[in-house]
């Protein structure tokens, strides 16, 4: 096999997409192409380590998380587990995929430190705070409100997806922070098994996962949850566009998450978009709208208060006084300022108003994007 063939990211097509596999999580990962997932969302067994069952202060018992799945002779053992499915996880994600693990305090440090073991590079670490926990009942602790996910790329200067805008829309226009407020599975939201009880001790809410793929996925990418239980990764990835891969060892936790899926309908293409920013959207040099001649070579602009004044040359570069370089460093120079946005600072003349040179850019922007598209933007 060549380089080029081992390092060639595999796409959907070669993928069992929007499926559910049966199996252990890294035999079932290390039998996937490698470079073949954009985005990992991990929700491993906790570790809880209990003792005991656990009651409240009316003599019920608690649904506590006390099955098999969970249970581990020893630290060694969990740590031993954790760095075998975190390899496991590398090897499938893309050069420039990313990972989110989420835990509690009972285990989340040491998968922090085996994922950077792994060459993992950590991006944050995220504390989803909840707005209704449970109550500490034997009133010797803090009551335990929060869970902690770290959000890590394959490796440092990986490319990863960062939806900052979408993000930020999604917040009422507020930039978001690295803690989230938002309530647990409860409710309707709450899968049941046949007994009436809960489905999975552990089930995540959906606007977690929402919250998760707005923020560092896109449309089409592959989702790969190694941990699937009832599903919740695929039933937000199934709605959003995404496609998902679960994997998922135990019959009855499958069984419940595709009848779950079943019941997810995708939404449609305009409802799947969302916001960008300014660094999403193609880059235009100045050159290029010299070349079109929609400003000629020779032609001046000018600042907004009329201070400065340039003319065009030819390779798309400006001259002024004593200065002459790119639209952004020719104005940063002239203001005697560390950095300058050119396409807002200069400005031309039509018809006696002052128009913006960015409004050239974003006309070379729509009709690159009309050319990709096949119809007006």
Known sequence: MTKT????????????????L????????????????????????????????????????????????????????????????????????????????????HNIFRVGSALQDAGYWILNDVIWRKSNPMPNFRGKRLTNAHETMIWASKSEGAKYTFNYEALKSLNEGVQMRSDWVLPICTGGERLKDANGGKAH?????????????????????????????????????????????????????????????????????????????KRAEPRVPFGQVVERGMLRPGEELYSLDNRHKVKVRADGSLIGDDVKGSIHQVGAALQRAPSCNGWTYWHFQREGQMVPIDILRQQIRAEMQADETGRPN
């Not at 993928?15 to 559910?20: E, Y």
């Not at 496609?243 to 305009?270: M, P, W």
């Open 5 to 20: 063939q081992s390092t060639r990211s595999a796409g959907p097509q070669d993928l069992p997409v929007n499926s559910i």
């Open 22 to 105: 049966a199996g252990d999580c890294i035999q079932v990962m290390n039998s996937l192409p490698e470079n073949s997932v954009d985005l990992i969302f991990a929700d491993p067994p906790y570790n809880l380590q209990l003792r005991g069952d656990l009651h409240r202060p009316d003599n019920s018992k608690v649904d506590a998380v006390d099955d098999h799945w969970d249970q581990f002779s020893g630290f060694a053992a969990y740590d031993q587990f954790t760095r075998e499915w975190l390899a496991a996880a590398r090897r499938v994600l893309k050069p420039d995929g990313a990972i989110w693990v989420i835990g509690s305090y």
């Open 201 to 277: 001790p552990t089930q995540k809410p959906e606007s977690l996962l929402h919250r998760v793929l707005i923020g560092s996925t896109n449309p089409g990418d592959v989702v790969l949850d190694p941990f699937f239980g009832t599903g919740t990764t695929g039933a937000v990835a199934k709605m959003l566009g995404r496609n998902f891969i679960g994997i998922e060892r135990e019959d009855a936790y499958r069984a419940i998450a595709q009848k779950r899926l079943d019941r997810v309908r995708r939404l449609d293409a305009s409802a799947l978009a969302t916001t960008t920013g």
